[in-house]
């Protein structure tokens, strides 16, 4: 049973500091959908690239990797309800039809509505994306029209066919009942992102902020070996400014290359931009001072943390090189 796997795909540079406000691991879930007959809408909300196993059938026929829907034989169009993981606003969207050749959409259009109760009967839907061509086996990057804050996006495609993957790339807005509650203010589900980073050769800094414990070495953080003096590093963006009062690093499943030793710096900076921060971050002050990593183990930090009112950026050191699965910032949004 042969099995191809789709082909890396390169995220635009300015999606890259972006959150995948329909991304499954987050929460994002189909509400609706007008018909999966050949393959269940959720598929297209999973993180994983798509795949395709050329002799694999189920009962209504090939099995696809992604969302598709029956041979339209009425006039009409099908859609899907996302409901967003996270409440966010939306900057663009991709619509991959990867390994959909012969029955991808003709096109497609996005709408968006904000409805925090989830009752979406007096859902005020606004376009965010025209209805637009699209093309076979491939990704689909369109801006998104409006960046208002929204909570369900509906995906319309005419008239009928699959899509592999929708992603719905934006930043969190997160809607806390009670401020004092201590969240991990670096998680992606809360708004957190990767700046800059030195290496990423087997496993993207991204990881880092992904929800849960990783689930293997490749779902984390990976440099390749240094043969020259220094260490590896990588800027992350916390989602919300606060104060940290507890600090994880996880090096699960790292353990003939996980870190000598992680420190990390932090600051709190209103308005420089991303390239900016890149060059000062080598002069921040020190959240966390280097500290001895194990293998395949969570590394909890408390009294070790250095005090510091807010802060909003940190800078991750990796001494020398190797990989962590996950880094969790405990604290407080700051008032």
């Known amino acids: 049973m042969a099995t191809l796997f789709a082909p890396i795909f390169d995220i635009p540079a300015q999606l890259q500091t972006l959150t995948n406000l329909a991304d499954a691991r987050i929460g994002a879930k189909i509400m609706e959908c007008s018909d999966d007959f050949f393959a269940e809408a959720k598929r297209m909300l999973q993180f994983e690239a798509p795949i395709f196993v050329e002799d694999k059938f189920d009962d209504n026929g090939k099995w ?44 497609a259009s996005v709408e968006a509505c904000y409805a925090p ?48 993957r929708f992603k719905a790339y934006g930043t969190v807005e997160v809607q806390l009942q009670d401020v004092e509650q201590t969240i991990d203010l670096l998680a992606l589900e809360n708004g957190g992102r990767v700046i800059a980073y030195s290496d990423a050769h087997f496993g993207h800094p991204r990881n880092l902020i992904n929800p849960g414990r990783g689930i293997n070495m490749g779902d984390g953080w990976e440099t390749k070996r240094r043969r020259a003096p220094g260490f590896d590093w990588c800027i992350l963006a916390l989602g919300q400014s606060g104060s940290i009062e507890k600090i994880d690093i996880d090096t699960a499943h790292f353990k003939g290359n996980y ?39 969570i590394h909890t930090f408390l009294s070790e943390i250095l005090e510091h009112e807010k802060i909003s950026h940190i800078r991750v050191n990796m001494i020398p090189d190797g990989g962590i699965s996950r880094i969790r910032l405990w604290g407080k949004i700051a008032g």
């Not at 663009?92 to 003709?106: K, M, Q, R, S, V």
């Not at 801006?143 to 208002?148: E, F, I, L, P």
Request: aromatic share 12%; glycine share 6%.
């Open 259 to 297: 870190p000598a030793q992680v420190s990390i710096q932090a600051v709190y900076i209103e308005d420089a931009t991303d390239p900016q921060l890149i060059p000062q971050s080598m002069f921040w002050p020190f959240l966390l001072e280097a500290q001895d990593m194990q293998m395949d183990h």
């Open 64 to 107: 696809m990797d992604g969302w598709e829907t029956r041979r339209k034989r009425h006039s009409g169009y099908d859609w899907a309800i996302v409901q967003l993981g996270v409440a966010g606003r939306i900057q663009a969207f991709d619509i991959d039809t990867t390994f959909f050749t012969g029955n991808y959409p003709a096109s």
């Open 117 to 164: 109760d989830g009752d979406l009967s007096q859902a005020e839907w606004v376009s965010l994306l025209d209805n637009s061509v699209l093309g076979p086996s491939q990704h689909h990057v369109f801006a998104a029209k409006s960046q208002q804050l929204f909570s369900h996006v509906r995906l319309n495609i005419f008239p009928d066919g699959g899509v592999a």
